[in-house]
């Protein structure tokens, strides 16, 4: 099967406590990135991530461009999403090739990433690519959507997962209800949830999007991420970045 690997470089601001950078990282004052030079300040480094992808398969095998825009988000925002404080625990769901969860874990996060069970080989291979820049733990799980499998993450649940992500998981209505009950079983109050997906204009998708909607407001109040405070070179209309909290008196 053909690959491509995707390299994903992302800056990462030095944290109080945080050592050398690992060998996979470039100093600041060497890094150049599409012609600019990083600030020779030394309180950061460019990370390079690699990330592989299939072109056969299913839509698991590639990096959607709702992944880069949640991914470059949590690396424009890391001084105030603090990823490598406590460190913080990250859930991804339908990770794909892991990109976005990488990303988090690049920034100091204790990851899981998740997927259907026939996902876990590329999610652990691209793991095991990116583990010496990972500055926190990552592991892949496979977990289906829906009440079903919740058994899989519950040693997730005390004290709580902080951070949920999700990139480009709404494109089919049988998997919306499956997907909410996921997002609502594992967020607490204080749980972030992050959802990024593309706006899709057929009249299918245009549907399982108002539902996906629907579904969501039940459960959270949703917070669209103003474009300005995306990245600036990953960022367009057609990508919608929210923030979701959780109504309080739903709350576990
Ligand atoms: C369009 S891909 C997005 C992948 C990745 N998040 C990204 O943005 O690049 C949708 C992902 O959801 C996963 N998925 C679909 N249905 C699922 C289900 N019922 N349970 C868990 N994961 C599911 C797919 O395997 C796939 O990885």
Same mark, same amino acid.
């Given at each position: 099967?053909?690959?491509?690997?995707?390299?994903?470089?992302?800056?990462?601001?030095?944290?109080?406590? +945080? =050592?050398?950078?690992?060998?996979?990282?470039?100093?600041?004052?060497?890094?150049?990135?599409? =012609?600019?030079?990083?600030?020779?300040?030394?309180?950061?480094? @460019?990370?390079?991530?690699?990330?592989?992808?299939?072109?056969?398969?299913?839509?698991?095998?590639?990096?959607?461009?709702?992944?880069?825009?949640?991914?470059?988000?949590?690396?424009?925002?890391?001084?105030?999403?603090?990823?490598?404080?406590? &460190?913080?625990?990250?859930?991804?769901? =339908?990770?794909?090739?892991? *990109? @976005?969860?990488?990303?988090?874990?690049?920034?100091?996060?204790?990851?899981?990433?998740?997927? $259907?069970?026939?996902?876990?080989? $590329?999610?652990? +291979?691209?793991?095991?690519?990116?583990?010496?820049?990972?500055? =926190?733990?990552?592991?892949?799980?496979?977990?289906?959507?829906?009440?079903?499998?919740?058994?899989?993450?519950?040693?997730?649940?005390? &004290?709580?997962?902080?951070?949920?992500? #999700?990139?480009?998981?709404?494109?089919? /209505? *049988?998997?919306? /209800?499956?997907?909410?009950?996921?997002?609502?079983?594992?967020?607490?109050?204080?749980?972030?949830?992050?959802?990024?997906? /593309?706006?899709?204009?057929? &009249?299918?998708?245009?549907? #399982?999007?108002?539902?996906?909607?629907?579904?969501? /407001?039940?459960?959270?109040?949703?917070?669209? #991420?103003?474009?300005?405070?995306?990245?600036?070179?990953?960022?367009?209309?057609?990508?919608?970045?929210?923030? $979701?909290?959780? +109504?309080?008196?739903?709350?576990?």
């Amino acid at each position: 099967m053909f690959e491509r690997v995707l390299p994903l470089h992302i800056r990462r601001l030095a944290a109080a406590g +945080r =050592g050398a950078p690992p060998t996979g990282c470039r100093q600041p004052e060497a890094a150049v990135l599409d =012609g600019v030079v990083d600030g020779p300040s030394g309180s950061e480094a @460019v990370v390079e991530l690699r990330v592989v992808q299939a072109s056969t398969g299913s839509e698991a095998v590639v990096v959607w461009d709702a992944a880069l825009v949640l991914a470059y988000y949590l690396e424009h925002r890391q001084e105030a999403l603090r990823l490598d404080q406590g &460190p913080q625990t990250v859930l991804e769901l =339908g990770s794909g090739t892991g *990109a @976005v969860g990488l990303v988090a874990a690049a920034l100091g996060a204790r990851t899981v990433l998740t997927d $259907l069970p026939e996902v876990l080989p $590329l999610l652990e +291979r691209n793991i095991d690519l990116n583990r010496r820049v990972l500055d =926190g733990p990552a592991q892949a799980r496979a977990l289906p959507w829906g009440h079903d499998h919740l058994d899989r993450v519950s040693d997730l649940l005390d &004290p709580g997962v902080d951070y949920i992500l #999700v990139s480009d998981c709404v494109y089919y /209505e *049988a998997a919306l /209800e499956p997907l909410i009950d996921t997002l609502v079983a594992l967020s607490r109050a204080q749980t972030r949830v992050l959802v990024s997906y /593309e706006e899709r204009t057929s &009249p299918t998708q245009v549907a #399982v999007q108002r539902r996906f909607r629907e579904l969501v /407001e039940r459960h959270f109040r949703i917070h669209p #991420v103003p474009p300005a405070e995306c990245h600036p070179d990953y960022a367009c209309p057609e990508i919608k970045l929210w923030t $979701l909290e959780k +109504r309080p008196s739903l709350s576990v």
